[in-house]
């Protein structure tokens, strides 16, 4: 933590706590943490997540005290949990539609990450626990999404736990000893739930690891300029608390649109029929959060490379911080990082958008035109593979070639002179 | 009897130190093992290790699902054409060449029996759909044909054959 810690006990027992147990302190140094005064709404998802996860885990024990892992009655548990349990409706909704929101949050938070350089020293070890937490948000998700037992979640469970099963000499070993059997059935079911009960407590854990290194070198900021003194920051509480909490408000009014409005919105009609191990419906798809990585996965003609290519696309963020060789953080002062990294973000949500259709369907109007290599040029199979191609070359090649060619704009003396007159000293406490 | 100072024998202290440690290793590893092997298959799901099916139930040129160790099996009643077809493909277009010979027993070439899981990511393909006349994955579009050997799409290799045996003209026992 930067700085000394503020707090001082006024009552004799605060005092008598503080040399025993110093919980208040470490309560009040957390509220009085100095935060860049620039901050803008990008910022709020931090706080927004740890709603997110609040939410989740309190919607989450509720539901599984009514919730049975057991092949047999997991589905119609589900039904009765959706028509007999006493709000179970709606706790249910908030829990399936919270990991959408969650899902929509972190990667809003990702996208802020990279675009302000939040990745780049001193911050890569904050930025790595943040991809831990990914990961694990990943797998409760996908754990999760298998316990309705539907045939989405049965045929979903099946693809993913095949995935693993390419990988070679022990990948079989591997997949039957997680599902417990020779396929997905009951074991595999008792297992996610277990794991998917346990999972978001690891996150908790994680995220406490990846708010204390937030708190060692402190926020980043929109202008990525280092905090320089005192002047540059504003206590958490109150201005951020309420910041936060505001953009937490309109959250929940997203959030909110989808239980009450449109609660099967973001699921899939399949996941109203029980699981039938003989019957695959047609066609499958992930939750959209997965689709990105589901597209990168079929677009690539071999089993294994495709694996190989959609875990490399997130062991990637992971490495980002050392493939990036800029030195200037903020892409507000990088035009054509900024440039680059707006055809990124759209790369992603062209290839989500691949991803929920069929390899062989047509993108654009017209119908076929003609076949090169294994499928037609006018189909989903094709604008992924384009879009696969951007996506590794924005990591691979434009970041790191990119921040050593690039002449950036001029970045401000401190956080504070973009805001004073030209020729204004970066001094605000010096004007009263 | 010597009084040795521990400091100045570095060797025992250090032969100490190293089978502690060696033995706490083995310790975890021995506790670890049982948690972890408790995930595999347990005893009562590998019992399940054969069934017994009626061949007249499936009618010529129609396919039967049945279910061994929780997946589908193909049981097809394949038309002399169809045999005819997976007979004429040569073994240099397939991905994993095999013949049509090798995928079914002597003299009983109208009973295909296949597992029926896409070895590309396990989904079951539709009998009847796709350009080669056999199965069409719907996950990823992997097409089999007669044989249910691998003719297009991501899939790897053809469809597996369970291991199974003839009891008589009309049964069959798969595992």
Known sequence: MSGHSTYEPKTGIERWLDVRLPIIRFGVDLLDFPTPKNLNYWWTFGGILAFCLVTQIVTGVVLAMHYVPNADMAFNSVEHIMRDVNYGWLVRG???NGASMFFLAVYIHMFRGIYYGSFKA?????????????????????????????QMSFWGATVITNIIGSLPVIGP???????????VDNPTLNRFFSLHYLLPFVIAGVVGLHIWALHVPGNN??????????ED???FHPYYTVKDGFAVAVFVLLFASFVFFNPDGLGHPANFTPANPLVTPNPI???WYFLPFYAILRAIPDKLGGVIAMFGSIGLLFVLPWIDTAKTRSMRYRPAARLFFFFFVVTCLVLGYCGGHEPAAHPFPGGAVGTFLDADLNSFVWLSRIFVVYYFVYFLVITPVLGLIETPLPTPESISSPVLPQGAAASPEKKG | MATTNPHEDPNRRDFIHIAAAAAAVGGVAAVAWPLVDQMNPAGDTLALASIEFDL????LGQQVIVKWRSKPVFVRHRTPKEIAEANDVKLSDLRDPQTDAERVKPGKAEWLILIGVCTHLGCVPNFGQGPYGGWLCPCHGSIYDTSGRIRAGPAPLNLYIPDYTFLSDTKVKIG
Not at chain 1, 173 to 183: K, R, S
């Open chain 1, 94 to 96: 908030i829990h399936a």
């Open chain 1, 122 to 150: 001193p911050r890569e070890v904050l930025w790595i626990l943040g991809m831990i937490i990914y990961l694990l948000m990943m797998a409760t998700a996908f754990m999760g999404y298998v316990l309705p037992w539907g």
């Open chain 1, 173 to 183: 070993a591997i997949t039957t000893w997680l599902w417990g059997g020779f396929a």
């Open chain 1, 221 to 230: 900021n929109p202008t990525g300029v280092n905090v320089k003194s005192k």
């Open chain 1, 233 to 235: 920051t504003v206590p």
């Open chain 1, 285 to 287: 798809v992930p939750e």
């Open chain 2, 56 to 59: 007249t139930k499936v009618a």
